[in-house]
């Protein structure tokens, strides 16, 4: 059958089309990463407070109960298993939920802690006395949205009266409906149309405003001006928050146009590093060698979780059919799924359903997998000049933070030219990769 033929090994040609089809979006890959997420990235940087209002005291919190939550979102809190505010929350947190509201714009990258904030300052804002919604967030995506509703929903748990709803497509609402519930999350489209052309709330009494995904937001087509039209319809009282994965100017000037007066907080990325990670190389003749390879050090590399990277769909697929008809239980991740397979697989493997996961490039970047204790380069990173492509080696394998993240990355090397690569990747980051026989795989430390 086709799927027991080797792949040819790629050239130019093939790697061009590949890259096309593989390329997947900025929401897209923020979904994948939070499904993918278990907790929290810590970081060891600290916030910067670009600006402040000065009237108003800037203080940070280092417990929720220094919040003066609601008792009910305390423990909703605590039930999903957090103890202490994030670093980005200690600071976030105390403006947040400041009387009178303060606007803020806040800048961490994924991980850190930035939904939680603001879905709980989202539920501190309810009056559930009022039959109306109050409190609105413009996510970028449907799927975005849901996640932030998911995490709503579970924070919310103790707090029965409080009531959501989502602003997505699929959602209708009989003509002259009045909506009741209190938070609305949703895509900036269908806000537009339930609150300016349908009326089926009054956008004037929202009291709390998220942007969320503000980077993703404005590289998607169109949202940006459905925000600046939903932010022109708000009361000038109402209480602005914006949160953004990256800083970049064109972010910022968005952010400054919607948020007057606000207080500026920004978390910045860890840098990733090999620091704490032990690197080999497998010399194989050829591909069934590379497969012969990850046969022997299957059972070693399933102690853990590992992430087998292929530069191509089609060698991803072979060795993806290869390992299952060899019963070995492997998960894919390919550009061309729908976005509830992706979700579904990265699901099964963050709960461990799967112990290895085959993927191309479409995980390099963007998407951290610390949970993954072993990572197998089946075919070396390469750019478009099939250089070492060392931006991309270090995300698969690089870990950030020194909160015992260490790990293994395992490169199979088939020829002169990639056993190259590999030197000119030892090279490169100043860290010896060392020869590993993969006939003896207790070898691996
Ligand atoms: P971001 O929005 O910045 O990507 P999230 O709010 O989604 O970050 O948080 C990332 C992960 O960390 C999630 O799994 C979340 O449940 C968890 N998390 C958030 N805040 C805390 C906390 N204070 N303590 C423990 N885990 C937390």
Known sequence: PETQSSPKAADGQEEKTEKSTEEISAAEKSLLQKVLRKGLVESTKSVEVQRRDPNSPLYSVKTFEALNLKPELLKGIYQMGFNAPSKIQETALPTLLANPPQNM?????????????????????????KPYPQVL?????????????EVAAKMAKFCPDIKMKFALKGETLARGTRIEEHVLIGTPGKIMDWSIKFKFFDIKKITAFVLDEADIMIATQGHQDQCIRIHKMLSPSCQMMFFSATYDTEVMEFAELIVKNATIIRLQKEEESLENIKQYYVKCGNIEEKY???????????????????????TACWLSDKMTQD???????????????????????????????????????GIDVEQVTIVVNFDLPVDQNQQADYETYLHRIGRTGRFGNSGVAINLVDSTRSMQICQDIERHFKRTIYHLDAEDPDAIE
């Not at 939904?115 to 309810?126: D, E, G, K, N």
């Not at 390879?293 to 299957?298: D, L, M, P, S, V």
Request: charge should be positive; hydrophobic fraction near 40%.
């Open 327 to 365: 019963g070995h239980s492997v998960a894919i991740l390919s550009g061309d799924l729908t976005v509830e397979d992706r979700i579904s697989v990265l699901d099964r493997f963050r709960e461990g359903l799967e112990k290895v996961l085959i993927t191309t490039n479409v995980l390099a970047r």
């Open 292 to 314: 012969q390879a990850i046969t022997n050090i299957y059972g070693v590399i399933t102690i853990g979780q590992a992430i087998i990277f292929c530069q191509t769909k089609k």
């Open 105 to 129: 714009i806040a800048q961490s990258q994924s991980g850190t802690g930035k939904t939680a904030a603001f879905v709980l300052a989202m539920l501190s804002r309810v009056d559930t006395s």
């Open 137 to 149: 967030c413009l996510s970028p995506t449907y799927e975005l949205a849901v996640q932030t509703g």
